[in-house]
């Protein structure tokens, strides 16, 4: 059977008919409102290749070495205009014209719905085309554009890279009755943390890829569903719109102005959408998380996935945090303490750089030490940890560190982790012996003897989603982005629901290599070199795809490099925080810088056109015009990619106003760097720890001159450095008029509310 309604498609269906078209069908089975829809099955797309004998040139064609831009592209493009320049067979082509006629002969919309079921949504993300106001004549065309973007340039790749075999992946399409939404957007049935009967509703106005995508702020209404109390309503500055433009694309448009601050939906719709909600709660008998529409006054139902946010144990009521909310049957005690030992003094302690409390077995380790003795649960004391401990890291339950401080490498990256760590615990490798428990604070700085929390093995439970305790995300004009440092953090920022990332630091990914880039490229070639960066890079713009993920070329000090294999030939400098770093490193190297600039370019042909570019450590506008020369030597073209700088010495936040004159269309605060070249202070001294302040009156100065001017000029400004985690700096910023700012991971959360509530006291301030 070509083709299937959903009245005859159920849960079960989805290797059938794909993730999406069998929520559907389970809808539309249970009587719930969905815009009517025949879905062309995955067979009919299989039957169509085999029958047609374009299956073996089709895999023949895209069975090619991914890391060939040049033959990647060919790929691409020869498996697709396989599929687009062959005649569906007679037989389809007149059950699908049966089946458009039958459902009203009226423009639809047409949606691909992937079936492996073991890919992840994001491995197609903005790959599978969906075509709004398709007509008759071109309904077979849209079809095989949607089976033909199964192999686009990206989703080869993907396949390549994960091992994916491309003929296990099949692929359906949605042919459904357009709504053209006059609002739209989401609801959570139940309360999305607790679990508990509070309904949470997100609109605005047009068709709702304008919420999903985050591209408006929108509406807020939160409903008590036992009493049907409307408890709250927010009503956002709705600036933008996503309506059907007369080409069949979703288009955005401004709002138009007497609409902006109007209130979407009234009382008696949100209670409509309750009781829609109420009726797909009881149909899975758990939480959901809904797309809806209104259309003539109708509320239509677009998708319905369950709410896997939910903290069980909240909603039993009982308030536990992520580490000692432990599953049963957790590992019991070792040595050197008991539960009940709560009086034992405090052994160590050291800046809390990733919240959490935890218990495990102190494991002593240094470089050279054999990594593979961290077992999954156990503490790692170290010196401080370097890249190659980051699998170790990833097992342990906790980290301690003698040295460093907010921003250094085990901070950032435990913090990306999930893993709870305390650093400049100063003598932790001395003080704890090898094999005992303790118990770490990861908010307070502390180390403890004996265990204080049931002990984990890491098995049972991972860090999870850094939602999972605030999932609301709430609306804000600012956007709050994430920081990410290495790749394997990706996921677990993307699911802050942070608006991109305000800075990816590539260095992890290069110094884990182990080697100086001169090395690297020296044993490896240039090729590998550019892969390495393009690979590690992928996939955090993958799981971003298509929020914004702004990416820092190379910026670490010549004595990281300096630990590295090949690092005899860095330069041994007397203080490499004021040396041969950042783009001055790289203007010195060209030949180096370009592999990095190549690697941006190969990204962009790869489809992840929301890769942006960003500069470390300029001085001036000369070092952005040099820079920008040689983007445009590896065929980057300014004009067409978003590019900017790092704002990290006074002497570039004094140059501003020729700074944005170069082209630049953002530039980022670097508050660590800013702070430590404004007040003298080096950001690795613990001399002079105390005296480090972001939010001297000196920093915070260079910062409003420079979002003065970048406003005058519209170039966006962020600040991604430590301080973007700072209560006090959030409020400045957004006083200040900042376009984004970029937290750490763990922090994302709190930012989002703490810029809500500036932004709402703004508001405020200007009625009254
Ligand atoms: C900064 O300087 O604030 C920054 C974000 O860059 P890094 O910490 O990598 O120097
Ligand atoms: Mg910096």
């Known amino acids: 059977m070509p083709t299937l309604w959903l009245d005859e498609i159920g849960a079960d269906d989805l290797a059938r008919v794909g993730g999406k078209a069998a929520s559907l069908g389970e809808l539309t089975g249970a009587g719930l409102p969905v815009p009517s829809a025949f879905v062309v099955t995955a067979d009919t797309y299989r039957s169509f290749i085999e029958a047609t004998g374009i299956d073996e040139p089709l895999f023949e064609a895209v069975d090619v070495d991914s890391d060939d831009s040049q033959a990647l592209a060919e790929a691409a493009e020869r498996a697709q205009e396989l599929i687009l320049e062959t005649d569906t067979p007679p037989s389809v082509r007149e059950d699908l014209l049966a089946a458009y006629d039958e459902m009203g002969d009226e423009d639809v919309a047409v949606r691909s719905s992937a079936t492996a079921e073991d890919l992840p949504d994001a491995s ?204 049963e049957g957790a590992s019991g005690v070792a040595d050197g303490g008991s539960m009940e030992s709560q009086s034992e003094p405090v052994r160590l302690s050291g800046i809390g750089s990733a919240p959490g409390r935890v218990t495990g077995v102190v494991r002593i380790v240094d470089k050279l030490d054999n990594l593979d003795k961290v077992e999954d649960g156990d503490i790692i004391v170290a010196e401080m940890t370097t890249p ?48 005992e428990t303790v118990t770490l604070d990861g908010d307070k700085g502390t180390v403890e003897k004996g265990a204080k929390v049931p002990e984990t ?41 942070a608006d991109g990332v305000g800075l990816l630091r590539i260095e992890h990914m290069i110094l ?14 240039e090729r590998a070199y550019v892969d390495e960066i393009v690979e590690g890079v992928r996939s955090v713009a993958e799981a971003f795809y298509p929020r914004p993920v702004r990416v820092r070329t190379l910026d670490a000090p010549s004595d990281e490099f300096r630990q590295l294999q090949g690092g005899e030939d860095e330069p041994s400098e007397h203080n490499p925080m004021l040396g041969y770093r950042g783009i001055r490193r790289s203007l010195d190297r060209p030949g180096e810088f370009k592999l990095e600039l190549r690697a941006f370019e190969r990204l962009y042909d790869l489809g992840y056109d929301n890769v942006e570019l960003m500069l470390p450590l300029v001085t001036d506008a000369e070092d952005i015009l040099r820079a920008k020369a040689l983007m445009q030597e590896v065929g980057i073209d300014p004009e067409k990619r978003d590019w900017g700088v790092m704002i990290e010495t006074p002497a570039s936040a004094l140059s501003i106003e020729d700074i944005c004159e170069t082209g630049i269309d953002f530039v980022s605060f670097g508050t660590n760097d800013l702070t430590q070249y404004t007040l003298a202070l080096d950001r690795n001294n613990g001399n002079v720890a105390s005296r480090f302040d972001e939010l001297h009156p000196a920093v915070l100065e260079l910062m409003r001159q420079v979002i003065g001017t970048c406003r005058e000029y519209d170039v966006a400004t962020s600040i991604c450095g430590q301080a973007a985690s700072k209560p006090r700096m959030v409020d400045f910023l957004v006083d200040e008029g900042v376009t984004s700012i970029s937290p750490n991971i763990d922090a994302v959360r709190d930012v989002q509310h703490e810029v809500k509530r500036v932004e709402q006291r703004l508001l405020l301030e200007s009625v009254r």
């Open 388 to 435: 190659d401990m980051v699998p170790a890291m990833k097992r342990a339950n906790g980290i301690i560190t003698d040295e460093g401080g907010m921003t250094s490498h085990a901070a950032i990256v435990s913090r990306e982790l999930g893993v709870p760590a305390v650093v400049g615990a100063e003598d932790a490798t001395q003080k704890l012996r090898d094999g």
């Open 457 to 497: 093995t890491g098995e049972e439970e991972d860090a999870g989603p850094v939602e999972a305790h605030s999932p609301v995300k709430p609306m804000t004009g600012t956007e709050v982005k994430v920081n990410v440092s290495i790749p394997e953090a990706a996921e677990r920022a993307a699911a802050t629901g």
């Open 124 to 327: 197609f993300a903005g790959q599978q085309d969906t075509y709004l106001n398709v007509s008759r004549a071109d309904l077979l065309q849209r079809v095989k554009e949607c089976w033909a973007s199964l192999f686009t340039q990206r989703a080869i790749y993907y396949r390549n890279e994960n091992d994916f075999a491309h003929d296990a992946v099949d692929i359906a399409v949605v042919v459904q009755q357009m709504v053209d939404a006059e609002k739209s957007g989401v609801m959570f049935t139940s309360h999305p943390s607790t679990g508990g009967p509070t309904a949470i509703i997100e609109a605005a106005w047009g068709l709702g890829e304008a919420v999903v995508s985050g591209a408006v702020s929108p509406d807020n209404y939160i409903v008590d569903r036992e009493t049907g109390t409307i408890d709250e309503v927010t009503v956002a500055d709705k600036k933008v719109m996503c309506v059907r433009g007369e080409d069949g694309e979703t288009i955005e448009r401004s709002v138009p102005e007497e609409k902006r601050n109007e209130r979407v939906l009234s009382d008696e719709e949100i209670h409509r959408l309750i009781e829609v909600g109420e009726r797909i709660e009881d149909h899975y008998d758990s939480p959901q998380d809904v797309e809806w529409a209104i259309y003539e006054d109708e509320v239509y139902l677009l998708q319905s996935r369950p709410i896997t946010t939910i903290d069980e144990s909240d909603a039993d009521g009982e308030a536990a945090t992520d580490v000692e909310s432990q599953p």
């Open 512 to 525: 884990s290599t182990d080697k100086t880039p001169s090395r690297y490229v020296e044993d490896h070639g």
